[in-house]
């Protein structure tokens, strides 16, 4: 079992509408998690930071379960610009000296 | 100035070259990151250097060498490299000043590197 798994996807949903990825982490020790989006052939950039609180951003909503081990991230109003892979990052600890993993990713293909 | 560069952007070598792969930042973050990433795979984890000393090695070959000349500086030495290591070299880094802090990975454009 990979230590960090999300929906395969792709996902092709219409502008506007509501899209929700999900992402589990198999290490209880993990300490940090981010949501990264990466655009084809570019570099990953931070999208959100995940606390246990749940936080938003906009449009964007990042949930944090740590009892389940789950991570979620809601888009809401879909824009044609949101198509991208999204990316679940969790990090064992809070710094550079525990290991950082990559889910494999989320595909996203918002249509007009 | 969020901004992570990278050069070259793009690098075909051989076999037997020796090239190097160039990551600077001018954010004063104390941590940075090699990431190798192949096509429609999630990035993995190289390389991690914490004031200029290697803090993590993910059981990379040889034929990757890691230096941090400076705290702004990162190079990754490339030798003797097989076609199977062509890939999307990123290279990220975050402040890694605080233990209480969640840290933010900020990554460069990478180099695309093709082996021949």
């Known amino acids: 079992r990979k230590e960090v798994e999300q929906d395969p996807g792709p996902f092709n949903v219409p502008e506007g509408a509501t899209v929700a990825f999900n992402c589990t982490y198999s290490?209880?020790?993990?300490?940090?998690f981010f949501w990264y989006r990466q655009d084809c052939r570019k570099e990953p950039k931070l999208l959100m930071s995940?606390?246990?609180s749940g936080n938003e951003d906009g449009r964007f909503t990042a949930q944090l379960n740590r009892a389940s081990q789950y991570i979620s991230l809601l888009i809401r109003d879909s824009k044609l610009s949101d198509s991208a892979t999204y990316l679940c990052?969790?990090?064992?600890?809070?710094?550079?000296?525990?290991?950082?993993?990559f889910g494999p990713g989320t595909s996203l293909s918002v249509i007009p | 100035d969020t901004e992570v560069t990278q050069t070259p952007k793009h690098l075909v070598m051989g076999m037997t070259n020796k090239k190097s792969l160039k990551c600077e930042q001018h954010?004063?973050?104390?941590?940075m990151y090699w990431y190798k990433q192949k096509a429609k795979k999630p990035p993995e984890l190289m390389f991690v250097?914490?004031?200029?000393?290697?803090?993590i090695n993910e059981s990379v070959p040889s034929r990757f060498s890691p230096e941090c000349p400076n705290s702004s500086l990162l190079n990754l030495h490339l030798h003797a490299l097989q076609p199977e290591d062509s890939a999307l070299y990123l290279c990220?880094?975050?402040?890694?000043?605080?233990?209480?802090?969640?840290?933010?990975?900020?990554f460069g454009p990478g180099t695309r590197l093709l082996v021949l």
């Open positions: 990220a880094s975050s402040q890694d000043l605080d233990r209480d802090r969640q840290e933010t990975q900020y």
């Open positions: 290490n209880s020790a993990s300490q940090s």
């Open positions: 995940v606390y246990s």
């Open positions: 990052v969790v990090n064992r600890g809070k710094t550079s000296y525990d290991k950082v993993i």
């Open positions: 954010m004063g973050h104390r941590a």
């Open positions: 250097y914490s004031y200029e000393k290697l803090s």
